[in-house]
């Protein structure tokens, strides 16, 4: 069953700007992660985001994690052509990932060059 | 770097015809799955599996069988091939233990079903 929703379902910004994408969920989760895929590619991590965590960065990734309202963003600054992609939030519900990760249906994003 | 490397990167098969999707990782992991990708649907888990030999369904295990003789090796079957099985089929592959959900994907197999 789907948990995770992102929104927008597309963003197109010019480079150089920020991109914000959001992610909603409906149960109690260990964490949440943010997955970046590439045109016919597979996923590839980004960040994770323990449920005791409120926000944590890597490079020019910013997450947030508000579990009072089932919700988090990702914050993109400083965005490159390369940023083009499709991004997807998925929850950890189980322990360890032993149950597999539940996953929204993406924010599909477009760098303007 | 982990690296999980999937048979086929593009399959094209008939219908009624018996498929296997193969996946093999190199970082041995415990936990191995496979998803489909759909327009518009997201990722949905078809199985998983935390060890050899032990298998979980995941949200859509109908029409599909899955295979784990070896920790690095985690097949996919689909014993009779439909054109609504047409997709990107994913596979990850994850350790195991609490707070270490990251999951490491291979590049995929789109596979399609005349």
């Known amino acids: 069953s789907q948990q995770g929703e992102e929104d927008p379902q597309a963003l197109s910004i010019q480079e150089g700007e920020n991109a914000t994408m959001n992610c909603s969920y409906k149960?109690?989760?260990?964490?949440l992660q943010w997955y970046r895929q590439n045109s016919g590619r597979g996923l590839v991590h980004l960040i994770l985001?323990?449920?005791?965590?409120r926000e944590k960065h890597s490079g020019r990734l910013r997450v947030t994690l508000d579990t009072s309202k089932k919700s988090s963003s990702l914050l993109i600054t400083a965005s490159r052509a390369a940023d083009t992609a499709s991004y997807f939030c998925?929850?950890?519900?189980?322990?360890?990932?032993?149950?597999?990760?539940?996953f929204g249906k993406g924010t599909h994003l477009i760098i303007q060059p | 770097d982990v690296k999980v490397t999937q048979s086929s990167r593009y399959l094209v098969k008939r219908t009624g015809e018996k498929v296997f999707l193969e996946c093999v990782q190199d970082?041995?992991?415990?936990?191995m799955f496979w998803y489909r990708q759909d327009p518009g649907l997201g990722l949905r888990l078809i199985y998983f599996?935390?060890?050899?030999?032990m298998k979980e369904k995941g949200d859509i295990p109908e029409g599909y069988s899955v295979s784990r003789e070896k920790k690095e090796r985690f097949s996919l079957i689909l014993e009779s091939a439909s054109t609504n099985q047409t997709s990107m089929y994913l596979c990850?592959?994850?350790?195991w233990g609490s707070g270490r959900g990251e999951q490491f994907f291979g590049p995929g197999t789109r596979l399609t079903v005349l």
């Open positions: 990850a592959s994850s350790l």
């Open positions: 149960t109690s989760i260990n964490n």
């Open positions: 985001i323990r449920s005791n965590e």
């Open positions: 998925a929850t950890d519900a189980g322990g360890g990932g032993a149950d597999g990760l539940t």
């Open positions: 970082m041995d992991h415990e936990n």
């Open positions: 599996s935390y060890d050899v030999k």
